[in-house]
Every structure is written in C-alpha cells, then in structure tokens.
C-alpha cells in the first residue's frame, strides 16, 4: 500500500482511500450505498444532468427524485452524514462534524432525513409539494 493511499481511511469501514484535500473524511462509495434515512430506508444519490446538480431519492422508489437539494443529512451506520455534489461532479458523503461538511449546508436546500418533521417535510419533497 503506499504511502499517499494510507492517508486517508473511510469512517465507515476503515477502507484505505485516495486523500483528497477538499474532502479530508469522505466515506468510500461501497458505505455510501449504505446511506439510509432514520427509518431505515434506503437512499440513492446522483448527479441530475451530465454537467452536476445533485439528485436524491429512496432506492425502492427511485423515478421519485428530488433535484432541487445542495445536500442531503442522512445516517451512514447509524451516523448523521451529509450528502452532496462532489466539486468536479459525482456525490460525497462526510460525517456531519467533519470540517469541510458545513460548507455544502444551505437553508431550505438541506434535506434532513434523520426523523421526526424533518423527515415528514422530506418525503413531501418527493411528490412534488414544495411548499412546506
């Protein structure tokens, strides 16, 4: 293994990954699709068009998207994360005390999926009422 890949391991699996500045505690792709919300559901995440945006949704349900989140707080292991659009396109997920993850929160943008209101407000993101 050498010595630049050691650098960094995902706080999901320990996994040694390739460090990235930008990204100081990102989590490896195979813990990312793991992410649920605090019921236990399961998420997916993407890019909406071939030039960025971020998109998420439920994985049993995923033609019920939403593309108008910057990131997403969800549980990866139990632990809050957030999800969000990668600089140069692709999603990464950080937990939600990393130093570089505030930086993506954004306001109304900011879906929280860890429970109570919150969860409820998301879920009415998905059919298309954006209003609460």
């Not at 999901?12 to 019921?39: I, K, N, S």
Request: contains cysteine.
């Amino acid at each position: 293994m050498s010595g630049a890949l050691a650098d960094h391991f995902c706080p999901g699996c320990g996994a040694p990954q390739r460090p990235f500045a930008r990204y100081p505690w990102y989590f490896c792709q195979p813990c990312l699709e793991t992410a649920t919300d605090g019921e236990g559901r399961r998420l997916v995440f993407g890019n909406a068009l071939i030039g960025g945006g971020f998109t998420w949704a439920y994985a049993d349900a995923p033609q019920d998207r939403d593309d108008t989140a910057t990131n997403v707080i969800c549980l990866i292991a139990g632990r809050p994360v957030t999800v969000g659009e990668a600089r140069f396109g692709g999603v990464v997920a950080e937990p939600v005390n990393s130093a570089s993850a505030h930086l993506r929160t954004s306001g109304d943008r900011t879906v929280v999926l860890t429970g109570g209101a919150a969860l409820a407000a998301a879920h009415k993101r998905l059919k298309g009422d954006r209003t609460s």
